[in-house]
């Protein structure tokens, strides 16, 4: 996996937190996932597609997933909450979205979050490229963020590619 993207990732966990959850993130050393199994109560997730194609996992025990969803929407929100998986999918449509910003050249989309509540779930697994767990801390607890990305076509170079009207 291409060093960039991690970096971007690294640089939007710690934006997107600061700015929306109003919390400092400590973020380690990224590591190369071991095993497919998750220890997260709550993950958000998201797809990406064109020319880097993989995913985004926000990992959470249930504890900090709700300090982080009730500090984002300013209200109290536990896992039962009707509007508390719609936080957490915002959380992990900001960080993939935000990091995007990073795949400079790279025509890349995100997916519409998921987010799986439920102990020991399953999350998804990448054919293309292992995941690499990005870890993460705040006042509020640990969570990590895990990334699978690859390359499926080279960036656009030097050229800046003309389009008609507004892309948007």
Do not use: W
Not at 24 to 41: E, I, M, R, T, Y
Not at 62 to 88: C, M, N, R, W, Y
Not at 94 to 109: D, H, I, L
């Amino acid at each position: 996996m291409d060093v960039r993207f991690v970096n971007a990732f690294v640089g939007s966990i710690v934006n997107v937190f600061k700015t929306m959850v109003h919390a400092d993130v400590a973020v380690g050393k990224p590591v190369l996932k071991q095993d497919h199994g998750s220890a997260a109560d709550v993950s958000g997730i998201i797809g990406l597609s064109g020319d880097v194609q993989g995913c985004v996992v926000l990992s959470f025990p249930g504890p900090v997933a709700e300090q982080a969803a009730s500090k984002f929407a300013g209200t109290g929100l536990t896992t039962q909450h009707p509007d508390f998986t719609d936080a957490i999918g915002e959380l992990a449509n900001m960080v993939a979205g935000n990091a995007r910003k990073g795949f400079v050249g790279y025509n890349t989309k995100i997916s519409l979050p998921n987010v799986v509540v439920g102990s020991n779930h399953a999350e998804p697994q990448s054919k293309a490229s292992p995941f690499i767990i990005i870890p993460c801390e705040t006042e509020f607890g640990r969570f990590d963020v895990e990334i699978a990305l690859a390359t499926v076509s080279s960036p656009a170079g030097s050229a800046v590619r003309a389009t008609a009207g507004a892309d948007a």
